[in-house]
């Protein structure tokens, strides 16, 4: 069912896609900076494309770099867990050294309350 629901969506979001493509089909000119400037520069000349192709590519953009930030947003996270698997596997080893360590085979218990007293 949520596969379907996944369809379905993809399938309305390429429509509504297609529909802003058609509808935004008229040619502007995209520059990196103003003219006076740009011509100053050397950088005055620009770029014909249609309309949705800015808009796709804004959109897009904005995709990107909002994915990037989070992957560094979350790095120190990351390096966080890294660090604390390596402190619990650590630990997981030292357990056992000592599980391995107390387990001698058990003694009388008359030796081992004798024993016991003279260490006191």
């Known amino acids: 069912m ?9 399938g309305l979001t390429g429509l509504l896609l297609l529909s802003l493509a058609l509808a935004n089909r008229g040619p502007v000119t995209l520059s990196l900076l103003p003219g006076d400037i740009g011509s100053l520069i050397g950088l005055g000349t620009g770029w014909t494309m249609p309309l949705f192709i800015v808009i796709l590519g804004a959109f897009a953009l904005g995709i990107a770099v909002g994915f990037i930030w989070e992957w560094l947003r979350e790095m120190r996270l ?14 997981e080893r030292e357990l056992a050294v000592l599980k391995d360590s107390h387990s001698v085979p058990p003694q009388d218990e008359v030796l081992a309350i004798l024993a016991e007293e003279n260490r006191r």
């Open 2 to 10: 949520l596969r379907y629901l996944r369809f379905i969506f993809i």
């Open 78 to 91: 990351r390096s966080a867990a890294k660090h604390q698997g390596k402190t619990v596997a650590r630990l």
